[in-house]
């Protein structure tokens, strides 16, 4: 016989690990040094599907989400 599994009327989702603004900044910080360390490079790879603009657009965009997270109260 089956043990039976005690059902809570509230959802679980809200304890699983989440990223707090803390560590979702500090991996973008890494991110955006490596996409830094991806445009100075550029040239060299022939086969990089993403243009200069297109990374360079992608980093801002990732400066912009960082700094709003850095800021208090924003969301």
Known sequence: MEEQIEQIPQDDWVDQDLLTRELASELLDAEIAAEKERLATLGEASDDVWS??????????M??????HRTPNAL
Not at 52 to 61: G, K, M, P, V
Not at 63 to 68: H, I
Request: zero cysteines; proline letters at 0%; hydrophobic letters at 45%.
């Open 52 to 61: 200069a603009a297109d990374r360079e657009r992608r980093l801002a965009a």
């Open 63 to 68: 400066v912009t989400v960082r700094d709003r």
